[in-house]
């Protein structure tokens, strides 16, 4: 006798729910981006931002600064160029030279001196 696999009797399977966007949401976005980009208003929008950006005294320039950059300087470019894949910081601490250390040889120096509690 063999034994029997899958759902029991009287329980429906789960069905699967897709995977990413909705289908026709990528046309959507194509027609909201080319509305933006031909829009009259597009370049006053860039404009303000851009003037926000440069005014020290405007309390949203750094939400500009993120906005330009974003844009401007993505990451993602920086991390294809280099090929890595993956964004790192790396910091290089090297020592100083042992002739620079040397105790040899005396330095003169002024100091004043400081009666204290002590």
Same mark, same amino acid.
């Given at each position: 006798?063999?034994?029997?696999?899958?759902n029991p009797v009287g329980r429906p399977k789960k069905k699967k729910? &897709?995977?990413?966007? &909705?289908?026709?949401?990528?046309?959507? *976005?194509?027609?909201?981006?080319?509305? *933006?980009? /031909?829009? &009259?208003?597009s370049p006053k929008v860039l404009k303000r931002i851009l003037d926000?950006?440069?005014?020290?005294?405007? +309390?949203?320039?750094? #939400?500009?600064?993120?906005? #330009?950059? @974003?844009?401007?300087? &993505?990451?993602? /470019?920086?991390? !294809?160029?280099?090929?890595?894949?993956?964004? +790192?910081?790396?910091?290089?601490?090297?020592?100083?030279?042992?002739?620079?250390?040397?105790? @040899?040889?005396?330095?003169?120096? !002024?100091? !004043? !001196? #400081?009666?204290g509690d002590a």
């Open positions: 006798m063999t034994a029997k696999t899958g729910l &897709p995977v990413g966007r &909705p289908k026709g949401e990528a046309a959507i *976005m194509k027609d909201y981006r080319m509305s *933006m980009l /031909n829009s &009259p208003k926000a950006a440069l005014d020290d005294d405007h +309390k949203h320039q750094a #939400v500009a600064w993120k906005l #330009v950059v @974003d844009r401007i300087a &993505p990451l993602t /470019n920086f991390t !294809e160029a280099s090929g890595k894949g993956t964004p +790192k910081v790396e910091i290089n601490i090297t020592g100083l030279s042992s002739s620079v250390l040397s105790t @040899d040889e005396a330095v003169d120096g !002024e100091f !004043e !001196e #400081v009666e």
